[in-house]
């Protein structure tokens, strides 16, 4: 079952969306530099870490938590117990960005739609990655086509390239209907991402990952493939954007549901109980769909919801990861960077 449109909550202040575009870019900017301004300062494998390319030496292996491909063999025979390399990450970061712009991504029913969501998350990678000589560069999957933003370094570019995100033309800005044009597709965005990141580096993807989902749960979406290719060069992030309405339906009477990708239309009674619960069922098994399907291509996955306190749930991954990173051997926990 794919998502629909059901009615919108009343914020509890202005939205995002309905500021002037200086407004909104500040407003991001303050929420991230003062809500993250613990995490803004080390190195930016505190975001994810990752292998990096300089030898650091050899800790035990941590099932579930270690790629195997980073096994040293040597120090396992010798110690006749798992070990992988460990590696400090490189003094220059080049972060690649793919912003998936599709239409799915224009729904939202809480402060923020997905759309806003994802550049909140932009906002918090790109001020996540700063420093000297890093680099960012972006790709926006929108209904117009895919826009290549260079891979540039400092304050100027990162919100230049904000503000090219909020201004970034919407489906009801193509004339017509949902399904009156060809929405982009995620699987050939990540083959252009491929062809762009040809330095080691982070490519972050932000996504609602439906694209193609299949019906059939047991067939891998046509983005999974792009994805594992990514991630066998660069560290990958995938940020996975939901509404609350996405997983359930409140109990309103009759409503329409909208696909936003095809815009086909259904009217239901959410006043049915088994019908909402066949939906939270089926939307249930959707995003487990995704979350698998992400774990096996070897992304780094980070949920936000359009309904939460995104800003917490950043750090709290970012926090995470730098716990991880600074994990003595045979430690799971440690200290934030």
Known sequence: MRTGRGPAAVPAGPRLADLAPDQRLRRLELTVTRRLDGLLHGQYRGLLPGPGSEPAGSREYRPGEDEVRRMDWAVTARTTVPHVRVVDADRELTTWLL?????????????LDKRELSVAAVAAVGFLTAGVGNRLGALLAAPAGLRRFPAQSGRTHLLGLLR???????TADHDGAP??????????????????????????????????????PDRPPPW??????????????????????ELELPDVGLITLIDPETGRRREVCTSDRRLRERYAAAAAAQR??????????????????????????????????????????????????
Request: charge should be neutral; aromatic fraction near 4%.
């Open 99 to 111: 912003v998936d712009a599709s239409a799915s991504m224009e729904f939202g029913t809480a402060e």
């Open 179 to 216: 399904g009156g044009f060809e929405p982009p597709d995620l699987a050939d965005a990540l083959r252009s991402a491929e062809r762009v990141a040809t330095r080691r580096g982070l490519v972050v993807v932000v996504s609602d990952f439906l694209d193609g989902l299949p019906d059939d």
């Open 164 to 170: 090219a995100l909020l201004a970034a033309p919407r």
């Open 288 to 337: 487990d769909q995704v979350r698998h399907a992400l774990r096996r291509s070897g992304a780094t996955h980070l949920p936000l919801r359009t309904d939460s306190d995104w800003c917490a749930d950043i750090a709290r991954h970012v926090q995470s990861q730098r716990r991880l990173a600074a994990a003595p051997a045979g430690s799971a926990s440690g200290g934030v960077a």
């Open 224 to 245: 999974e493939r792009g994805l594992r290719r990514l991630a066998v060069r660069h560290q990958v992030l995938a940020v996975e954007v939901t509404d609350p309405r």
